[in-house]
C-alpha cells in the first residue's frame, strides 16, 4: 500500500512538472520549428537538448521560466519569409526583435496570435506588401518599427485603436496612401518620411516635427488636401501661407529669417557635401586607381556595410551597430591603435569595443587579418567577436575582462580599486600569456605576428591565467607609438630601425611584460628627476652591479620561498631582451621554461618534468645566491 501511495504521488508530482513546463516545451518546439525552417548565416546555439531559459541565445523566459517572453534576434542573416506557425505559437511573446536581417515576404498574418506583443522591432529587413489591417488585435503594443523594408499600401486606420503606442516608425517604405487620423495621447515619436504617402498631416499629427513626415507627397496643416504651389511639401508647417491676405510684421520678419537660415542651411549643406565627398575620394583613392571599385560600387558597398557588424562563428552575441552605438559607453583606455569603451547594453551585456584610429590597409586587407584572429579560439588569447569596417569607422568587438588588464592591476590606483598580485597570480598571468602568443605565433603558417604585446594587452581569464588581446593590429595600422611613451618601452630595437615587427620582437616585448610583472615598474618610467629611464637597461645595470634582488617588485619581497623562482624568471625575462634578434628563445620554449619554473616547489610537480631539456638560459650575471633583503 505505502509504495503505491508514493508510486502515485510521484505519478502526481511528475505530472504537475510536465504540465508546469508544458508551454515553455510548446515555446521551445516553435522555436525550433522557426529556426529549422529560415535560412541564418550567423549559426545559434539552440540545441534542442540544452535548456532553453538562460542558455538559448536572444532569449528571455518569463520570472518562473514558464513562457518566453522575448526573442532577440538581430543580425543573425535570417534570409526568406518566416515559416508560417512557428512564432506565432510563442503566445507570451511580449519583445519581438528580428531587425536588420534579410527577412522577406508580407507581415506574417498569424502573428495576431501573439496578443501580449509590446514591442515589435522589424527594421531594416526585406518586408513587402501591405501592413496588417486588423492593428487592434495587439491592444499592448508600444513601439513598432517596422522602417526601411518594402511595405506598400495604405496606413491601416485601425492603428488608431493602439491607446499604449508610444512610438511609430514607417520611414523607408513605399506606403501611399493618406495618413490616418491617430488621435493617441500615448505616442510620442512618430516617423514616417520617406514613403509615397499624400494628402496632409492630420490635426492629431501636426504637433510632430515636419521631418517625420519628409519625403512624401504631403502637405501640412491646412485642411483642405491639395497642396498648395508655394509649399515645398518637405519644408514643415510653418511655411504654409496664412489666410489673411495681408502678412504681419512678425510673418515678414519670419520669413526673412527663415530665409537667412535656409540661405546658410544651403550652404552648409554643400560645404558638407563637398567635404564628404573628398574625405570618400582620400580614403577609398587607393582601390579607385586600381579599378577594382567604380564611384557607384563604393557608395553601394559602403552603405551595405552601414548596419552590419560582422560576427564571427560560434558567436553567442545578439545585437547590432545600432545596439552599438546606442550603448552607455565608457572610455576604458587610449591605446596605440585607438580608443577601447566598454559598452553596456540594452540586455546588459558588456563588451569592449574598440575603435580604431588611421587604419593603413584597405577594407579586404583589413578583413583577412581580422579573419585570421577571428579564427583563433584559445583560452589564453582574447576573442575577437566582431569586427565592424566602413570609409570612416572601424570597430572591433571583444568580451570584457572586468578585472581590467594587467597594467591596471599592476600599475593601477592603490586602495580599494588595486588587489596586490602575489607571486602565484603573476606566474599564471606569465605562463598564460606566453600560451597565448605561442599560440598567435602559430597562425599564418607560423608566421603570425602580435605586434604589441604590453601589459594593458594582457587580460586576465575566468581561471586566472593571463589572456592575450589587440592581436594583428600592427600590421594593419599605419601608427607606431610615439617614442617617450609607455609603448614604446616594449619595442624591440630591432623595431625602431626597421619599423617592422617580427616574432622575435613579440619575443622581447613579452621580456619586458615578464620584467614588468616582476618589478611592477612601468617599461618607460622616471626616476625621481625628468630622468626617463627604459626598464630593460635598468634590470640590466642593478643586475651588472649584483643588486640583483633590488629589481623586484618590494611586495614580493614579503613573501618568503619564492626568490628562487623569482630570480629563474628574471632570467627568462633576461633572454627575451638580448640585442640580437635569433639569440632570443621562441615562443613555445619560453611556455616550457616558464611552465617549468612553477614545477619546482609545487606540491603536484609533474613526474615527467625534465629540466635538463631546457637549454640554459645564456646570462650568469645572476649569481644564485644572491642575498635577498628583508
Ligand atoms: C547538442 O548538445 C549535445 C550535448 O549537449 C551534443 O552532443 C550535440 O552535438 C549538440 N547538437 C548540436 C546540433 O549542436
Ligand atoms: C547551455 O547548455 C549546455 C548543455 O546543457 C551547456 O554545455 C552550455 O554551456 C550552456 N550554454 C550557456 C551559454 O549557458
Ligand atoms: C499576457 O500578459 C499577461 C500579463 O502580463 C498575462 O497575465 C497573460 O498570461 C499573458 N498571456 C499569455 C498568453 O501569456
Ligand atoms: C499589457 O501590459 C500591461 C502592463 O504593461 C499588463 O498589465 C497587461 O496585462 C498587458 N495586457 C495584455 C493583454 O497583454
Ligand atoms: C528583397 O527581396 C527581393 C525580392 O522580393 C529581392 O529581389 C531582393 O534582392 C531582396 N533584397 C535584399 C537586400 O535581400
Ligand atoms: C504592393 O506591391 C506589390 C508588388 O510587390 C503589388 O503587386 C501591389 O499592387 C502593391 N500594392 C499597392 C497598394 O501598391
Ligand atoms: C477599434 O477596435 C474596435 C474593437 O476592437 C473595432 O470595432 C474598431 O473597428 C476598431 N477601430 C478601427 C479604426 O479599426
Ligand atoms: C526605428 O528604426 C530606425 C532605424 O533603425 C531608428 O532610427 C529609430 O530610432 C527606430 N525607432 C524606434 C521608435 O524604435
Ligand atoms: C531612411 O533611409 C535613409 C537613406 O538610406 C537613411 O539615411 C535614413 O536614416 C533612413 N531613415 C530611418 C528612419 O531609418
Ligand atoms: C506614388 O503614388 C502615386 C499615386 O498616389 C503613384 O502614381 C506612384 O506610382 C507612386 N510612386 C511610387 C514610387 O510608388
Ligand atoms: C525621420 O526620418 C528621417 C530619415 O528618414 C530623418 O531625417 C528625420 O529627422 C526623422 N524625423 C523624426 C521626427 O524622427
Ligand atoms: C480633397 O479635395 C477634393 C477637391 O479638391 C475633394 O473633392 C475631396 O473631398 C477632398 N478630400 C478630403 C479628404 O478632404
Known amino acids: 500500500m505505502g509504495d503505491l501511495y508514493i508510486f502515485s504521488c510521484i505519478c502526481l508530482l511528475g505530472l504537475f512538472l510536465f504540465q508546469g513546463n508544458a508551454t515553455l516545451l510548446e515555446d521551445k518546439q516553435a522555436l525550433l520549428d522557426f529556426i529549422n525552417n529560415i535560412r541564418h548565416s550567423r549559426p545559434l546555439n539552440w540545441n534542442s537538448t540544452s535548456p532553453v531559459c538562460n542558455n538559448w541565445t536572444g532569449l528571455t523566459c518569463n520570472a518562473d521560466g514558464s513562457r518566453i517572453i522575448a526573442v532577440r534576434l538581430p543580425g543573425i542573416g535570417l534570409t526568406g519569409p518566416i515559416p508560417a506557425n512557428t512564432i506565432s505559437r510563442l503566445s507570451g511573446l511580449q519583445i519581438l526583435s528580428l531587425r536588420s536581417n534579410s527577412i522577406s515576404g508580407h507581415f506574417p498574418a498569424d502573428f495576431s496570435n501573439l496578443r501580449n506583443l509590446s514591442f515589435l522591432y522589424l527594421q531594416y529587413n526585406n518586408f513587402s506588401g ?90 501640412f496643416g491646412s485642411t483642405s488636401n491639395q497642396t498648395s504651389p508655394y509649399v515645398n511639401p518637405h519644408s514643415g508647417p510653418y511655411l504654409t501661407p496664412k489666410k489673411s491676405g495681408r502678412l504681419g510684421e512678425t510673418a515678414l520678419l519670419g520669413i526673412i529669417i527663415a530665409a537667412c537660415i535656409l540661405g546658410i542651411v544651403a550652404f552648409a549643406s554643400l560645404m558638407i557635401v563637398c567635404c564628404s565627398r573628398r574625405k570618400s575620394e582620400d580614403v577609398y583613392s587607393g582601390k579607385l586607381q586600381k579599378g577594382e571599385m567604380s564611384p557607384e560600387k563604393v557608395v553601394s558597398r559602403s552603405q551595405d556595410a552601414n548596419n552590419r557588424l560582422f560576427f564571427f562563428e560560434g558567436c553567442n552575441y545578439t545585437f547590432d551597430l545600432e545596439d552599438l552605438l546606442r550603448a552607455s559607453a565608457e572610455v576604458l583606455g587610449k591605446g596605440t591603435f585607438g580608443i577601447s569603451y566598454k559598452a553596456v547594453l540594452e540586455d546588459a551585456t558588456t563588451v569592449v569595443v574598440k575603435r580604431l584610429k588611421e587604419v593603413g590597409a584597405g577594407k579586404r586587407d583589413f578583413e ?60 599564471k598571468i606569465a605562463i598564460g600569456a606566453a600560451r597565448g602568443i605561442a599560440r598567435i605565433h602559430m597562425e599564418n603558417g607560423g608566421k603570425f605576428v602580435h605586434g604589441n604585446i604590453k601589459s594593458s594587452n594582457i587580460f586576465v581569464n575566468s581561471q586566472q591565467y593571463g589572456c592575450v588581446s589587440d592581436i594583428g593590429l600592427s600590421t594593419i595600422m599605419s601608427t607606431l607609438a610615439p617614442p617617450i611613451s609607455r609603448a614604446a618601452g616594449y619595442r624591440a630595437p630591432e623595431v625602431t630601425d626597421t619599423r617592422k615587427a617580427m616574432q622575435p620582437s613579440d619575443v622581447y616585448s613579452f621580456g619586458v611584460f615578464l620584467l614588468e610583472l616582476l618589478t611592477r615598474k612601468s617599461p618607460i618610467h622616471a626616476t625621481g628627476g625628468d630622468e626617463v629611464v627604459h626598464l630593460v637597461r635598468w634590470v640590466h645595470s642593478v643586475v651588472r652591479e649584483e643588486w640583483t634582488a633590488e629589481v623586484f617588485d618590494i611586495e614580493l619581497m614579503r613573501v618568503p620561498n619564492i626568490e628562487e623562482e623569482m630570480v629563474e624568471m628574471l632570467q627568462i625575462a633576461m633572454t627575451c631582451v638580448v640585442r640580437m634578434p635569433e639569440q632570443r628563445p621562441k615562443m613555445p620554449e619560453l611556455v616550457k621554461m616558464i611552465e617549468d619554473v612553477r614545477r619546482i616547489d609545487s606540491q603536484n610537480r609533474s613526474p615527467t618534468g625534465n629540466r635538463s631539456e631546457i637549454s640554459t638560459p645564456p646570462i650568469t650575471v645572476i649569481g644564485r645566491e644572491s642575498q635577498v633583503s628583508e
Open 368 to 427: 583577412q587579418q581580422m579573419e585570421v584572429v577571428g579564427s583563433i579560439r584559445h583560452p589564453n588569447v582574447v576573442e575577437l567577436k566582431a569586427y565592424y569596417y566602413s570609409k570612416d569607422e572601424r570597430l572591433m568587438v571583444y568580451d570584457y575582462y572586468s578585472q581590467g588588464s594587467v597594467s591596471s592591476m599592476l600599475h593601477g590606483k592603490r586602495g580599494e580599486d588595486r588587489t596586490p598580485l602575489d607571486w602565484d597570480a603573476r606566474m
Open 130 to 219: 501591405p501592413l496588417p489591417i486588423d492593428f487592434s488585435v495587439w491592444k499592448n503594443l508600444t513601439i513598432v518599427n517596422l522602417s526601411n523594408n518594402r511595405f506598400n499600401g495604405s496606413i491601416p486606420s485601425s492603428m488608431s485603436n493602439l491607446t499604449h503606442l508610444e512610438a511609430f516608425n514607417l520611414a523607408n517604405n513605399s506606403l501611399s496612401g493618406e495618413i490616418p487620423d491617430l488621435n493617441l495621447p500615448s505616442l510620442q515619436q512618430i516617423n514616417l518620411s520617406n514613403n509615397n504617402l499624400s494628402g496632409s498631416v492630420p490635426q492629431s499629427l501636426l504637433r510632430f516635427p515636419s521631418s517625420a513626415f519628409g519625403g512624401n507627397n504631403i502637405s
